[in-house]
């Protein structure tokens, strides 16, 4: 059964470091890979999605790597914001979205 | 325009009612979900349909009951609501591999 994995729970960070999220999943057989994020008392907003043949995917300050020998994503957020502030969730697709726990966000002005 | 709007927004019910949420996705998708969302912020797929047909169906109590009259609706009926049942519950779909559009989430109290 897949099991997908956040490191760290949360991370809180001044404004203008880099973020690294990390994501791990144990079955390697997914069609793709997908980040969100979610606010407080929000929905889920897609920010990137990463198919299986895909190495990485970048929009703006973000990028997401995938490498699925070894069953990891790294979302990195270059310059973190205030508004950067949310959490962040890995799933991975395989029969439905699995997904993780999520890592909470927290960007100090 | 919404492309995934669920209603309601909130639901605040006694045990033992039974209760309705509606989904629609205006995205022209062939999948739609249901998902919950429970006090820890984990997210857990409960149903998937594609074209009108069920393709998932995780282990939920039969109480829950998902229906989809059209490709572009999925509605999720509750009976005989439990306490255990209060979550925020997400509507999502998508087409094929791709992106997963969700809905902004019905928050379910069970008094």
């Known amino acids: 059964k897949q099991e997908v994995t956040q490191i760290p729970a949360a991370l809180s960070v001044p404004e203008g470091e880099n973020l690294v999220l990390n994501c791990s999943f144990t079955?390697?057989?997914?069609?793709?890979l997908q980040w969100f994020r979610q606010d407080p008392g929000k929905g889920l907003t897609s920010l990137l999605l990463?198919?299986?043949?895909?190495r990485e995917q970048t929009s703006g300050r973000l990028n997401a790597s995938l490498d699925k020998s070894s069953g990891r994503s790294t979302l990195y957020i270059a310059a973190s914001q205030p508004g950067d502030s949310a959490t962040y969730l890995c799933?991975?697709?395989?029969?439905?979205?699995?997904f993780g726990a999520g890592t909470q966000v927290v960007v100090t002005p | 325009d919404t492309a995934v709007s669920q209603t309601p927004k909130y639901l605040v019910t006694q045990m033992g009612n039974d209760k309705s949420i509606k989904c629609e996705q205006n995205l022209g998708h062939d999948t739609m979900y249901w998902y919950k969302q429970d006090s820890k912020k984990f997210l857990k797929i409960m149903f998937s349909y594609n074209n009108k047909e069920l393709i998932i169906n995780e282990t939920v109590p039969n109480r829950f009951s998902p229906k989809s009259p059209d490709k572009a609706h999925l509605n999720l009926h509750i009976n005989s609501l439990e306490l255990g049942d209060s979550a925020v519950y997400f509507c999502?779909?998508?087409?094929?591999?791709?992106?997963?559009?969700f809905g902004s989430g019905t928050q379910l109290s069970v008094l």
């Open positions: 079955d390697s057989a997914i069609y793709n």
């Open positions: 799933a991975v697709l395989r029969t439905g979205l699995q």
């Open positions: 999502a779909s998508s087409s094929q591999t791709e992106k997963l559009f």
């Open positions: 990463i198919q299986s043949s895909q």
